[in-house]
């Protein structure tokens, strides 16, 4: 499967706990993108990569919230003192920048957070 | 917020017919997109309507855009059971993030 993968698809959690996600983009995509996603909602954005530099973030990621692009392929997301807030799907994408101002992007399967 | 709106928030439709979802936005646009979401899978990007086309088709999908009313339409002809799903509006106001809608959901009815 040549798709974005995500792992793990499901972390539950006690309240304080750390935790981290990763994310495995489609090899040729320079450009990495972390979405969260609460229950009947739309899929919030919250940093985007451009190969390993972080070039965006949201005011959705607090400080408790650290995301990483160290080699420009693979993507971890790390969240501290987990909240029951916190609770939500962990969505990341990636996409090939072009030329035409704009992209497609493709997205994983998602980590599903539930924070007790 | 940023994020635009679908219209409406749920539809169900016997199989066979026609569905039509609206999505409003706020800000200015370089592209609209359109994205499924069925439970428990991953966002599967649809179609993307660039801010210079009006109307656009690929398969049984017809978008339309009207940036003087910030608005969209997806229309999914001949509906399959298949097609039940959300279905989310998603705006790209740069080369960058996208500004997803909150979604329609769609139930086809056998």
């Known amino acids: 499967d040549t798709g974005v993968s995500q792992d793990p698809r499901h972390k539950i959690t006690k309240r304080g706990q750390n935790v981290t996600f990763r994310c495995d983009p489609i090899?040729?995509?320079?450009?990495l993108y972390w979405y969260r996603q609460t229950l009947g909602q739309g899929p919030e954005f919250l940093t985007y990569f451009q190969n390993e530099a972080q070039l965006e973030k949201s005011r959705l990621l607090s400080d408790r919230f650290s995301a990483e692009r160290p080699k420009g392929s693979f993507s971890t997301l790390e969240i501290q003192r987990t909240e029951q807030g916190d609770s939500a799907m962990y969505l990341c994408a990636s996409s090939l920048s072009g030329g035409r101002g704009y992209n497609e992007q493709f997205f994983g399967p998602g980590t599903r957070l539930t924070v007790l | 917020s940023q994020q635009g709106e679908e219209d409406p928030q749920a539809l169900s439709i016997q199989e066979g017919e026609n569905a039509t979802m609206n999505c409003s936005y706020k800000?200015?646009?370089?592209?609209l997109q359109w994205y499924r979401q069925n439970s428990g899978r991953g966002l599967v990007h649809l179609i993307l309507?660039?801010?210079?086309?009006r109307e656009k088709h690929s398969g049984r999908l017809r978008v339309t855009l009207d940036t003087s009313k910030k608005s969209s339409s997806l229309l999914i002809t001949a509906s399959r059971a298949a097609d039940t799903a959300s279905y989310f509006c998603a705006n790209g106001p740069g080369a960058q993030k996208l500004v997803f809608g909150q979604g329609t959901r769609l139930t086809i009815n056998p």
């Open positions: 800000t200015s646009i370089n592209n």
């Open positions: 309507i660039r801010s210079n086309e």
């Open positions: 090899s040729e995509h320079n450009r």
